[in-house]
């Protein structure tokens, strides 16, 4: 239940606290004065949508805080690590920056947006004023209805079964072209396939080509460096090199190795270096082999190099990325090559996933022909408390058209159909219903809905719409009823309505020091008498108008009590 709600630099409304009790509670003013801020306060608590045009020009920030009591411990608190007071107290605030940020916290826990709206969800229902619209659009039908029954299981069980049943078509069509599509596809794809397998294409072939054509452009320099290093090492016919040179000096010496301990160490060393050098005189030779470059050797790299780019440009930017396209070719030409027996496969799995899907989706037509037959008994209920006894609604079922008579949402077209005037037919609402009995027919539905669901508080945003007289009495009455097991907050400007209220609020707007400001004040009996007859008589207050309206609010007090 909605404990408390503080307002701070929102629209005109400087600052707030709005006290709420248990049962029924109304607030009523003056057009304009900001009755219906109120209602997007709570809705930005609950998280509704915003915008920075809220905050009160001046503001850096506007501010909302909400105290829920006796909050159930919903799934959701567990889920996101919120733990509720001693008292199951809920402290929801969200702040809205002027640069467009928002800030909320549940219990001092830092969330974001759409968590605070899936909260709010199963805090507080909100019906406004423009909701009775929702029963003109025949598309919302059916959600009454699964809502009305319960239904979200067997709606998900069948959901399932489609969606298993549309993959399989979205197979067989991928498969199902003409022959002269498939006989196109299947040159495109032999063609593109000999290409790349004529081009025996190797991964890592085209860096070690690129090196390579590095090396054969410089292969002048290399050689001669190679070259020059045999020569120093090796020698030829006419000098002698290092490692000849080092061998003799090593045989020098260790032929007077044995006369010195100094010449023996010596010839050591001598050794060691003989052998290096023999390893790179060796190096040196097998390089001068490696880089014998036969003439055309540059231009056949260079020429490789072409055919690996050409080939990119159409399948790839890698010799990896054209292997991947080379093995999804040849996939794909197998598919149609045996696309046949592939499709008398998915037939075969088509007819026993329709098979399912017709299953289940007759399962849940089934239990919306018993849904909607319970439905338009509450509803007629509900109807003759609101002063429509004549008035007939009837929940139509009808089996879906198209190929398969199936959608996402199931096999059936709900429409809601009523006969306002006794021996008309019945026929949609959306072409007979007036605004008055349009604001009833949904707070007749939302009455309804509102008994299978767990949310304590109900906001009636002007609902009252169209309606007048003894209709409005019949209305307040009804919202009476459901206050005493739902906390109820109602907008309005029918004086039965806000008669019928256990707490009265009344928003009334004001000038200071040339800003508008906006106060909510709590009435007492007294205050209540005469914002009754505000409510009736206008700016012209008589004492026949008071009392009338201490009549009035007499009348609904023992209605309460009863």
């Known amino acids: ?36 801020i109120v209602i997007d306060a709570i809705g930005a608590i609950t998280g509704g ?3 920075r045009d809220l905050i009160r020009t001046g503001a850096k920030r506007a501010r909302v805080e909400a105290q829920f ?39 001092g826990h830092l969330v974001n947006v759409g968590q605070l709206r899936e909260l709010g969800s199963q805090l507080v229902n909100i019906h406004g004023q423009h909701d009775g619209q929702q029963l003109l659009d025949e598309s919302s039908h059916l959600g009454y209805l699964d809502s009305f029954g319960e239904l979200e299981e067997l709606r998900a069980e069948y959901g399932a079964a489609f969606e298993g049943l549309q993959a399989v078509r979205r197979e067989m069509a991928a498969l199902r072209m003409d022959d002269a599509e498939k006989a196109r596809r299947l040159d495109s794809l032999q063609f593109q396939i000999g290409e790349l397998e004529r081009a025996h294409l190797r991964d890592g072939e085209e860096e070690e080509l690129t090196e390579r054509r590095t090396l054969l452009r410089s292969a002048e320099k290399v050689i001669d460096a190679v070259e020059r290093a045999h020569l120093a090492l090796s020698g030829d016919d006419e000098q ?48 001068r082999g490696a880089f014998d470059f036969e003439p055309g050797a540059l231009d056949e790299v260079e020429s490789r190099l072409d055919v690996l780019y050409r080939l ?63 439905l338009e008994a509450r509803i007629q209920s509900e109807l003759e408390q609101l002063d429509m006894p004549r008035v007939r609604f009837c929940t139509e079922i009808r089996p879906k058209g198209g190929e398969l008579g199936l ?80 906390q109820v907050l109602c907008v309005t400007h029918l004086p039965q309505i806000a ?30 008498v005469e914002a009754l007859a505000r409510l009736t008589g206008g700016a012209h207050i008589t004492p026949a108008i008071l009392a009338g309206a201490e009549e009035l609010l007499r009348t609904a007090e023992e209605y309460r009590r009863a």
């Open 240 to 287: 002698e090199g290092a490692a000849g040179l080092i061998a003799t000096a090593e045989g020098a010496l260790s032929a007077a190795a044995g006369l010195s301990g100094e010449l023996s160490a010596a010839a050591g060393v001598l050794a060691e270096l003989r052998a290096a050098a023999d390893d790179a005189a060796e190096r040196v030779r097998d390089l």
């Open 312 to 374: 990119k440009k159409k399948y790839g930017g890698t010799v990896g990325e054209m292997l991947a396209y080379l093995e999804r070719c040849r996939a794909e030409l197998d598919e149609i090559a045996f696309s046949l027996d592939t499709l008398a496969r998915l037939e075969k799995e088509h007819a026993k996933r329709l098979t399912l899907a017709r299953e289940k989706a007759a399962a849940l037509t089934e239990a919306r022909k018993r849904a909607g037959a319970a």
């Open 49 to 51: 949508r915003t915008s």
């Open 407 to 486: 959608d996402e949402t199931g096999g059936d077209e709900v429409q809601f159909l009523m006969s306002a005037n006794v021996g008309e037919d019945l026929k949609p609402i959306q072409r007979i219903a007036s605004g008055g009995e349009l604001s009833r027919i949904m707070l007749a539905l939302k009455n309804v809905l509102a008994e299978n669901e767990c949310i304590d508080t109900l906001i009636f945003d002007e609902v009252d719409t169209g309606v007048s007289g003894r209709a409005a009495q019949k209305v307040a009455m009804k919202m009476a009823d459901v206050a005493r097991s739902k």
């Open 69 to 107: 009591i006796h909050v159930a411990p919903l799934p959701w608190l567990a889920e996101n690590g919120v733990v509720l007071d001693e008292e199951g107290g809920l402290v929801i605030q969200r702040e809205i920056l002027s640069d467009g940020r928002n800030v909320c916290r549940v219990n």
């Open 1 to 36: 239940m909605l404990s408390l709600l503080h307002i701070e630099q929102i629209a005109v409304i400087e600052s707030a606290d709005i006290q709420f009790s248990p049962g029924f509670n109304v607030l009523t003013g003056e057009t304009g004065a900001g009755k219906s």
């Open 499 to 528: 008669a019928m209220a256990g707490t009265h609020f009344v928003v009334e707007k004001g000038e200071r020091a040339g800003r508008t400001y906006t106060r909510v004040e709590r009435l007492e009996r007294p205050g209540r």
